[in-house]
């Protein structure tokens, strides 16, 4: 059984920052992929940002240029580095992972609030 946890979210002020992190149980290399979700508080969800087990990584035009995702490996978690965070990135952001013919596995989400 897959398991994420995310972890770091909280109240910054608008220009700060925060790191996200999705711990996996198990390998995370076995995922084709991971992402970084967010659902606003209008519930309109939003892929951010997502890594390919080969390293590739992709951005939402949105949030270009101020988050980076990445991994660590040997701990089975990858983050989301967020910077200049404006309050348009308040949200739940939710990470998944996919596996061929395996399916797909969510977190629980963590909440991120940005104050103007």
């Known amino acids: 059984q897959v398991q994420l946890m995310e972890s770091g979210g909280g109240l910054v002020q608008t220009g700060g920052s925060l790191r996200l992190s999705c711990a996996a149980s198990?390998?995370?290399?076995?995922?084709?992929?991971v992402e970084w979700y967010r659902q606003s508080p209008e519930n309109q969800r939003e892929r951010v940002a997502f890594?390919?087990?080969?390293?590739?990584?992709n951005y939402a035009d949105s949030v270009k240029g101020r988050f980076t995702i990445s991994r660590d490996i040997a701990a089975n978690t990858v983050y989301l580095q967020m910077d200049s965070l404006q309050p348009e990135d308040t949200g739940v952001y939710y990470c998944?992972?996919?596996?061929?013919?395996?399916?797909?596995?969510w977190g629980k989400g963590t909440l991120v609030t940005v104050s103007s």
């Open positions: 198990g390998n995370i290399l076995r995922f084709n992929v």
């Open positions: 890594i390919t087990n080969g390293g590739g990584t």
């Open positions: 998944k992972a996919w596996k061929e013919m395996d399916g797909e596995y």
